[in-house]
């Protein structure tokens, strides 16, 4: 058994170095690749991308697997041997059922219809990208198909970031959270708006730039194994355990931008960077869903970077470095304003009490076009039909409404915009559990140390990597199932602390 743990190792290592190669092609296509460079990127991406299916679809690595999974049964379920061959198992499953021609169509395609979407929203164009969507929601609807049986078309789609969750059961758990939601929006904005006049100053790049470097290094971002660069969409991306790196965006007038977007992404990193070294080069290195990455991301950014703790410890490092715009400002007054809620267009400008609601539009766009009950060239009025109908303001252009968000426009359509609202969800009951354990981590991030919360998270959830599935992980981690319920109650609380009990 040990002499094919190896060959089953060094076969899945081979893939995984193409797809950190692919990762880092990706990347440099989102940073600082020249514009004319598209063409040749999605030929070098359908090339590695075929190459790597091939590999993973390897008959040899399925005769392997079956070899190893039966005689997994010998070992424990949660050791890293039987973890290892159960979830390549799972992985080769899926591959095989995708011919190897389809994968190079689709990176080619989403390479084009990536550099069609930079020009039509810097132009405010979305006739310039439409045709490309129109064929993306082709092939999201072929790649569905490779897999019969299923309940709702998304499911394969959802499957692919988020294993084990159906599109009708997220459907009843976003009405469900929705239901909360649109009162509680009501009941605040109706209210008179929090001032943001103090981070809607002019904050020179620079400066933001090298005092998100230092906090994020205070949070744990490891330089020596990651950096931090520009990009025009935030993301985290890694190329292998020594080599993980975050972008964030600067507005130089408004500080929030860059405060929260590196917060954000630093949150996905920690949960890289605190992944066993050595599952480096199989499929357990990686988080385990888009829904627990995102629940890191979000506590990082909300429940910890937005709390009033975090900034005692950390304003008067910000003072310093913005004296002339904050030095006059409170520090009650500057927590109400990164914490203002409003309607408003950009999701991921989003404040925590309204971001769900952006998420659920799209959703819901994605799935109706799926169902073809949405045609692309409708998309736009439909996206300011729902904005005004759920959040009673709708953008005068394209630009702030269906090309804000890239993700259709580098991947398929449906499957990615579920795993921000279960984030959302579970980062409050990983909070929950981690406080329950240590009662002590509020006053610490108050001091400024957040080693214990990171020690939790470490030990917990990051560990473990892509060793459990999402429902397995959280149950271990928290003790019970998904909830809404902690989410629900912090949301009620730090509206009524910001808004209602004033």
């Not at 514009?35 to 299916?53: E, F, N, V, Y």
């Amino acid at each position: 058994m040990e002499k094919k743990l190896q060959e089953l190792k060094k076969r899945l290592k081979e893939i995984y170095d193409i797809h950190s190669s692919m990762s880092l092609l990706n990347w440099d296509q989102n940073t600082y690749m020249p514009k004319l460079a598209g063409d040749a990127r999605g030929s070098q991406m359908a090339t590695l991308g075929r190459i790597a299916h091939e590999k993973m679809t390897d008959s040899r690595l399925g005769e392997l697997l079956d070899e190893l999974a039966e005689q997994a049964d010998q070992l424990p379920f949660d050791s890293n041997e039987a973890s290892l061959i159960r979830v390549a198992k799972r992985e080769y499953e899926k591959e095989t059922k995708v011919p190897a021609e389809f994968i190079s169509r689709f990176y080619q395609h989403t390479s084009q219809t990536y550099q069609a979407w930079v020009e039509a929203r810097a132009e405010d164009d979305f006739g310039k990208v439409a045709p490309y969507l129109e064929q993306t929601l082709e092939l999201s609807r072929e790649y569905a198909h490779y897999f019969p049986g299923f309940e709702h078309i998304a499911d394969p789609l959802i499957d692919r970031a988020d294993y084990g969750m159906k599109a009708n059961a997220l459907r009843v758990l976003f009405g469900e959270l929705r239901e909360q939601l649109v009162p509680l929006v009501e009941q605040v904005t109706a209210l008179p708006a929090v001032s943001q006049a103090c981070i809607k100053q002019t904050f020179p790049k620079e400066k933001q730039l090298a005092y998100v470097k230092e906090l994020i290094g205070k949070m744990g971002f490891d330089f020596d194994r990651g950096r931090l660069d520009l990009a025009p969409h935030p993301f985290m991306i890694k190329f292998a355990h020594g080599d993980v790196r975050i972008t964030t965006r600067v507005n130089e007038q408004d500080l929030s931008e860059v405060l929260f977007s590196t917060i954000h992404e630093t949150g996905h990193a920690l949960y890289e960077l605190g992944i066993d070294a050595r599952f480096e080069g199989t499929p357990l290195h990686r988080g385990t869903s888009s829904g627990v990455h995102e629940s890191q991301s979000r506590l990082w950014e909300n429940i910890v970077g937005r709390s009033r703790g975090f900034w005692e410890a950390h304003y008067p490092s910000l003072q310093a470095a913005f004296p002339a715009q904050l030095g006059n400002v409170t520090l009650d007054e500057f927590y109400r304003a990164i914490n203002h809620v409003e309607r408003s267009l950009i999701r991921t400008d989003a404040d925590e009490l309204t971001y769900n609601l952006h998420v659920i539009i799209r959703f819901d766009l994605e799935l109706a076009m799926l169902e073809g009950n949405l045609k692309v060239k409708d998309l736009p009025e439909m996206w300011r039909h729902r904005y005004q109908s759920d959040l009673g303001i709708a953008p005068s252009d394209d630009k702030h409404g269906v090309l804000q968000d890239i993700h259709w426009y580098f991947d398929f359509i449906g499957g990615m915009f579920q795993g921000y609202t279960l984030g959302n969800i579970l980062s409050c009951q990983f909070y929950d559990a981690a406080c329950q354990a240590h009662p002590e981590i509020p006053s610490e991030i108050a001091k400024g140390n957040v080693s214990v919360l990171h020690g939790w998270l470490k030990e917990h959830v990051y560990r473990h990597g892509g060793k459990w599935t999402a429902t397995e992980l959280v149950r271990r981690a928290t003790g019970s199932d998904m909830t809404i319920a902690p989410y629900i109650a912090y949301l009620k609380r730090k509206a009524g602390e910001l808004y209602l009990d004033r």
